[in-house]
């Protein structure tokens, strides 16, 4: 095997492990902490049911965003909706029988990478351009837009300008899966596409982009109303009635 | 007037630019040891603060899922930058939502996270310096908790309780603020915030029953530390002789004399109020609540009422459960606690109150939703009947109602601007300035509708608004309490007919 496979394998097995340990032991933090007090944002639902479809609503509309600035949400909404469609298109390279849908959303997933660019501009342009979204802007955040932005032109070049060994690459991560490495075609477009994706899972436990998992754990939209009715209590809350 | 610019009315509600720095200098009276130490905290800074600020901050991380998670999880997308009342009334961006959130942030990712430990520059981390601190101290005694800008952030973060976090960490290394702490102070040695003794009140009970003897003819009675009532009425001390609190007191006992329901005040839980809350201090908010478990235990009541009150009924309606219950002793009939608006709108819907709008027709109305009440609490059994309920109350009592508007009523409402901890007169330009948005909202509906008052159910937000409007061109009694309303409306049974009864509500 060349010395970029070997590479690009033992790059890919880190940043897998460093993604699911990272992102696993967040959420496993974010799901022991007790939340001590009811605080949900009222009006809230009353019901469980009723917060699954809260919930439902600002995972998949942006409920509260679209309510606070149309500019981020048409922005944001864009992005990860198409974000969304390429991640799903991607499936086919990690699978010897590709789905159906999976081969049914791939048009979609192709030109949906122009959504992606198109929201990030958007988003940094505002970062740019609005003074208080300057203001609170750290460098990572730009370098953020960068990457992603990076990602999505990487890949439209090997989608719409100039192919590569796309075969090869479904082998490379199939083999990686079955512990049987293969190796790595080396167009330079593909080694920038895939390096900065790497990048993306290892930074991912350590950044902002926690607000994925963050959200669901999020006290404000995931709980029920009913303090009068139910007593809510943490443990340690509980050791003080000691 | 003022030793500060009054910010003017926007013609355009563009919003502003930022302006760095522009409230740097407002910081509230810090607490003395006298003030620090019966509520556990050191009584000034402590020499190791540093380590001791680090400490807290990690147990908190612990405790709180919201402190964890609202931490990690802003994007900087800049969706609440703009919702803030202080920062609209200011333009100082260290007032925007994230803004504040960041002073902390950016010691939290210094000391917690791998990016902000090797690469601090980059996620824009800072270490805890006396700089940071005096900071701190400024602009979380800027955030009147009052969530505005948590209904507006796509995950749900809520300034409120990364400034609550933060109070609590300046308590914890002996820099605690002394309007808070000396009001907690006083609930614990007298009873309520304003330290009225049992004489005192029984006093003002007193005349206050005296009062409206003469003014109706009815023997209206407003009991304390009666033993046997069915009801116990918790309400902010501020009831007991503020304008115009004291005409919502009228008329809460009023209501409970129509209804012929037996119910007392508690010289023991004289307060509703709860700014163990503000101070983010669970133990003290606990201690303040068990209060009234205590006096309802005390008293053998069978319900808990709270008057009017916007944190207070936070405290109540979401927390006191948590904190004191289980209320297994009370009739199970009732929701524990009942807001005294859930209880007279109930009798309204059942016919029991005979209420004459007319009686109010020398004013024209807009309605103020108080934040803790429209974004942390409910009334009645469905969602939004915070809202609903109280314009019902105003509507059945008064004929001329106009809403302001959409984007600053229910639960987009802005902060009367003295919330949270912040009604204290060392803080009087910040408190004028973070009432902008809501004046121009007031002001509007004044000119388009010829409204002459504004009703409130927190006793907060009318002393702050009776305090504040006078900077905008209004006059300080143009607030008025919602029983206030129905006070003047009721027509009590056996009340003697005169003709003159209205010049006494009004001023």
């Given at each position: ?242 | 007037m003022a030793d500060f610019d009054v910010p003017k009315f ?12 522009t409230m740097?200098h407002s910081k509230p009276y ?54 803030c009342h202080y920062y609209l009334g200011t333009?100082?961006?260290?007032n ?42 400024s602009?979380?005694h800027q955030c009147s908790q009052c969530?505005r ?28 603020q002394k309007y808070c702490?000396e009001i907690?102070?006083k ?5 309520n915030n304003l330290g009225l ?38 309400t902010p001390s501020a009831d007991f002789f503020a304008e115009p609190h004291v005409d919502g007191l ?21 307060e509703a109020a709860?700014f163990?809350?503000f ?28 008057g009017e009150c916007g944190h207070a009924w ?49 004013m024209?109305l807009t309605y103020h939703d108080s934040c803790n009440v429209a ?29 302001m508007?959409?984007?600053t009523?229910?639960?987009?409402t802005y902060c009367c601007g003295g919330g949270g901890g912040l009604l204290t007169d060392d803080l009087m330009e910040l408190r004028v300035k973070g009432a902008l948005p809501r004046m121009e909202a007031l002001k509007k509906v004044v000119?388009?509708?010829?409204v002459t008052h504004m009703a409130a159910i927190c006793a907060i937000c009318k002393s702050q608004f009776a305090k504040v409007m006078p900077y905008y061109g209004f006059t300080l009694d143009q607030i008025v309490s919602v029983h206030q309303l ?19 509500d009004e001023d």
């Open positions: 095997m060349s010395f970029v496979s070997i590479a690009y394998t033992a790059l890919f097995y880190a940043a897998a492990i460093v993604f699911l340990v990272g992102v696993g032991a967040r959420i496993y933090r974010y799901a022991k902490t007790p939340a001590p007090l009811k605080i949900p944002t009222t009006p809230a639902p009353t019901t469980t049911g009723g917060v699954v479809l809260r919930m439902f609503r600002e995972v998949v509309f942006f409920q509260s965003l679209f309510r606070s600035n149309k500019w981020i949400w048409i922005f944001g909404w864009i992005f990860h909706f198409s974000l969304l469609l390429v991640l799903l298109r991607h499936i086919r390279y990690f699978q010897d029988q590709v789905w159906l849908w999976v081969t049914l959303i791939q048009p979609f997933g192709k030109y949906a990478a122009f959504g992606m660019i198109i929201g990030l501009l958007g988003l940094w342009a505002r970062r740019i351009l609005v003074d208080r979204v300057r203001y609170i802007s750290a460098p990572s955040d730009h370098l953020m837009l960068a990457l992603l932005i990076g990602i999505g032109l990487s890949g439209m070049m090997m989608t719409f300008v100039s192919h590569t060994d796309i075969v090869s690459v479904k082998a490379f991560f199939l083999g990686m899966m079955r512990f049987s490495p293969q190796e790595l075609p080396t167009d330079p477009a593909l080694l920038i596409h895939l390096f900065l994706v790497a990048l993306l899972l290892i930074v991912f436990p350590i950044s902002k982009l926690l607000h994925a998992p963050g959200v669901f754990f999020s006290p404000t939209r995931n709980q029920v109303d009913n303090p009068r009715e139910k007593r809510h209590l943490a443990p340690w809350a509980a050791e003080l009635e000691k | 926007r013609e355009i509600p563009i919003i502003p630019k930022l302006q760095e720095g740097e810090v607490a003395k040891a006298d003030f620090q130490q019966p509520l556990g905290y050191p009584g000034e800074l402590l020499d190791n603060w540093k380590e001791v600020a680090i400490d807290k901050m990690g147990e908190l991380l612990g405790k709180y899922r919201s402190f964890q998670v609202f931490l990690d999880a802003c994007v900087k997308c800049g969706a609440c930058t703009d919702k333009t100082d961006p260290k925007m939502p994230v803004g504040r959130q960041d002073l902390l942030r950016k010691v939290y990712r210094r000391y917690f996270t791998f990016a902000g430990k090797y690469f601090p520059k980059l996620v824009g981390a800072q270490d805890l310096t006396e700089e940071v601190l005096d900071d701190w101290y602009y979380f969530r800008c948590s209904v507006f952030c796509p995950y749900g973060i809520d300034t409120a309780e990364i400034s609550m976090a933060a109070r609590e960490i300046m308590d914890a290394v002996g820099k605690g702490n907690i102070g609930v614990f040695k007298v009873g003794p049992q004489p005192a009140l029984e006093d003002t009970l007193e005349g206050i029953e005296e009062d409206v003897e003469e003014e109706t003819g009815v023997k209206v009675r407003y009991p304390l530390d009666e033993k046997g009532a069915e009801v116990l009425l918790v009228i008329g809460y006992g009023k209501v409970f004399h129509e209804a012929g329901i037996s119910w007392t005040l508690s010289s023991h839980a004289s709860n163990g809350m101070i983010g201090s669970y133990e003290n908010m606990k201690r303040v609540s068990m209060r009234i478990r205590e006096a309802a235990l005390d008293l053998g009541v069978k319900r808990i009422i709270f936070r405290v109540a309606y979401s927390f006191l459960n948590t904190l004191a219950g289980p209320f297994d002793f009370l009739d199970p009939n009732y929701p524990v606690p009942q807001h005294i608006c859930e209880f007279t709108h109930d009798l309204i819907k059942q016919g029991k109150l005979n209420l004459d709008k007319s009686r109010n027709d020398d024209t974004r942390a609490s409910r009334m009645g059994d469905t969602p939004g009947g915070q809202f609903t309920i109280p314009r019902d109350i105003i509507k059945a009592s008064c004929n001329n109602f106009y809403d508007s959409a984007d009523v229910y639960d987009s000119d388009e509708h010829g129905v006070s003047n409306a009721l027509i009590l049974t056996g009340q003697k007919s005169d003709d003159d009864e209205d010049e006494g």
